[in-house]
């Protein structure tokens, strides 16, 4: 990663740039349709959301300025050794730098850290250079959705192991 790049736990006054960059990136994408996080009101407060135990939000910043960021959520129904990753957006201008597999790294090993052993995504179609990024990283596709998140506007789901070894 660049030294130019930071990431870090997200802070309470993240959450207003950060809502502007996940809704911008589904607009620009046409995935700012009903059951997406583009409406979810915990996209404005992004903060108090990953105040959940067994959750964590990290903010990457590119030349000392906010570029995105992604999470790891426990979501509901999903199996207690199953979290997801959730809210992973990048402004234009830090795609293609590899930030967003930095990110997504970052959240595979906190997901480890915090005992869970596959981590699962919900995405759409409109989204296809994360799609990429995804497979590349060893996430595989799924036949339909796990957990309750409430996003019914996602057509795609995926799954990988996050490496943790069973413990003694």
């Not at 050794?81 to 597999?101: F, I, N, Q, S």
């Not at 296809?128 to 596709?141: C, I, P, R, S």
Request: charged share 25%.
């Amino acid at each position: 990663m660049p030294e130019d790049v930071v990431v870090r736990p997200i802070e309470p006054d993240d959450n207003p740039l950060l809502a502007e960059i996940i809704r911008k990136t589904l607009a620009e994408f046409g995935a700012n349709h009903p059951g997406t996080v583009y409406f979810d009101p915990t996209t404005d407060a992004l903060y108090e959301l990953f105040r959940k135990p067994r959750s964590a939000y990290f903010v990457v910043e590119h030349h000392g300025k906010i570029a995105g960021g992604g999470g790891i959520y426990p979501t509901d129904g999903l199996p207690a050794d199953t979290c997801e990753l959730v809210k992973m957006y990048l402004l234009p201008e830090a795609r293609g730098k590899g930030l967003g597999r930095a990110m997504i790294e970052r959240c595979i090993a906190e997901a480890r850290n915090q005992g869970f052993g596959r981590i699962y995504l919900e995405t759409m179609p409109e989204l296809n250079q994360a799609l990429h990024v995804y497979e590349k990283l060893g996430f595989h596709y799924l036949t339909g959705p796990m957990g309750n998140s409430g996003h019914f506007g996602c057509q795609l789901w995926m799954m990988r192991e996050t490496g943790l070894t069973a413990r003694q």
